[in-house]
Every structure is written in C-alpha cells, then in structure tokens.
C-alpha cells in the first residue's frame, strides 16, 4: 500500500536558518504530491505540491522537488520566521486507483527568535 | 466565507455520551471526509462520501456514524463515548474523486476538538 515516511520532531531552529524537512514515500505509479502545514489551534492547508516528476513546488518561500528516483519530497525553506512555527505533513494521492490521500505523521518545527 | 466549517470547535463531554459533529463545505465539492487526528498529530482516514454515498469506511468502531443528508454535508455521530475518542477531529473536502487522482488539493476545516472525561 501507499505510505509516507516524514522526519520525526520537533525540529528546533533559530530565526533565519535553513530548513529541510525529508518525505519519502511508497506508491505505485505516479501520485501528486503534497505539503499541507497545520498552524496551533487551526485546521491543515495546502502549502504546495507537485503532480509529476521534477517539478517544483513553491509558496511563501518554502520549496520541495518531486524526486522519482529517489521517491522524496523533501521540504526546504531558505531563511524561517517565528511565524513558520507550525506542524508540516506531507501527503500523495492518485496512486494505484486509491482515492485515499495518505499523510504522513507530521514534523512539528519550532522557531526561536 | 469559511470554506469548510464544522460544529463544534470544542467540546468536552463524559464518557458514555453520545455527541455529534456537523460539517458544512460550501466549495460545490462532490466529495467529503473525515479524519482523527491524535495527540501525536498522526491523522488518520475514518470515513469518505462521494455523492452523498459512503465510499471508504476504515476500521472504525460501530459507534462512529456519518450521515450525509446532502453532499454539502457530513455529520459525524459517535455513541457510547470512551477515553480513547478524545481527539481532534477534522472534516474535509475535495471536488471528486477523479480530481483526487489527478492531485486536486484536499481542504480541510478547522477541526473540533473532543474531550471525553
């Protein structure tokens, strides 16, 4: 079946350092690919995704590439903000007829001023 | 204006209780969900509704019932409450489930937060 493999946290970091959070996964075929992130106290939202092979997805500064041969989707953000602070999922769908969306078990990160 | 709303947003009850969730998504989508996510934030699939018609329904006990009177809709019932409900449940939508293949974006509401003592 699908899964979807994340870091585990928390990961800590001081304002304006790099940040990368790994997503691997397994699925047949070729699945989308997604990041939601998911502030305190909120539901989860859509942060970027990819549908196929190579492509880059970006939004507020953050970033991830859909890797095949790798089968990664690692979250990157050049410089973070307190204001990044939140819980990150990675997430596919559309593998194998599914019409289950999996998630990975979220990497909560922490920002310090 | 909120996209995907439900009711309550907290709740606290005892066990043996029987609760209800509601869910309203005014995207036009086709198809609905619901998710529990728990304390570690591992979130995980509980029922599915296309159409108003149930497609998934996981391994989750008989005292969890989802009713979906339109396909703007989908309420969530749970009899006979237990501690291992308490949780942070969240309703989403998504257009269908063709766009679901195809990587349509999932959108998610709030949550409500369920509180068994």
């Known amino acids: 079946g699908n899964s979807v493999t994340q870091m585990e946290g928390p990961v800590t970091l001081s304002e304006e350092a790099f940040l990368t959070i790994n997503c691997t996964y397994t699925a047949t075929g070729y699945p989308s690919l997604f990041w939601y992130v998911q502030y305190p106290g909120e539901g989860l939202q859509l942060l970027l995704k990819?549908?196929?092979?190579?492509d880059k997805g970006s939004n507020k500064g953050f970033e991830a590439t859909y890797r095949k041969e790798t089968t990664s989707f690692h979250l990157e953000k050049g410089s973070v903000q307190v204001s990044d602070s939140a819980v990150y999922f990675c997430?596919?769908?559309?593998?194998?007829?599914?019409?289950?969306?999996?998630f990975g078990r979220g990497t909560s990160l922490i920002v310090h001023p | 204006d909120t996209a995907v709303s439900q009711t309550p947003k907290y709740l606290v009850t005892q066990m043996g209780n029987d609760k209800s969730i509601k869910c309203e998504q005014n995207?036009?989508?086709?198809?609905m969900y619901w998710y529990k996510q728990d304390s570690k934030k591992f979130l995980k699939i509980m029922f599915s509704?296309?159409?108003?018609?149930?497609?998934i329904n996981e391994t989750v006990p008989n005292r969890f019932s989802p009713k979906s009177p339109d396909k703007a809709h989908l309420n969530l019932h749970i009899n006979s409450l237990e501690l291992g409900d308490s949780a942070v449940y969240f309703c989403?939508?998504?257009?269908?489930?063709?766009?679901?293949?195809?990587?349509?974006?999932?959108?998610f509401g709030e949550g409500s937060w369920l509180t068994v003592v």
């Open positions: 997430a596919l769908s559309g593998s194998g007829g599914s019409y289950i969306p999996t």
């Open positions: 989403a939508s998504s257009q269908d489930l063709t766009a679901i293949r195809s990587g349509n974006t999932i959108y």
């Open positions: 509704y296309n159409n108003k018609e149930l497609i």
């Open positions: 995207l036009g989508h086709d198809t």
């Open positions: 990819a549908t196929k092979a190579d």
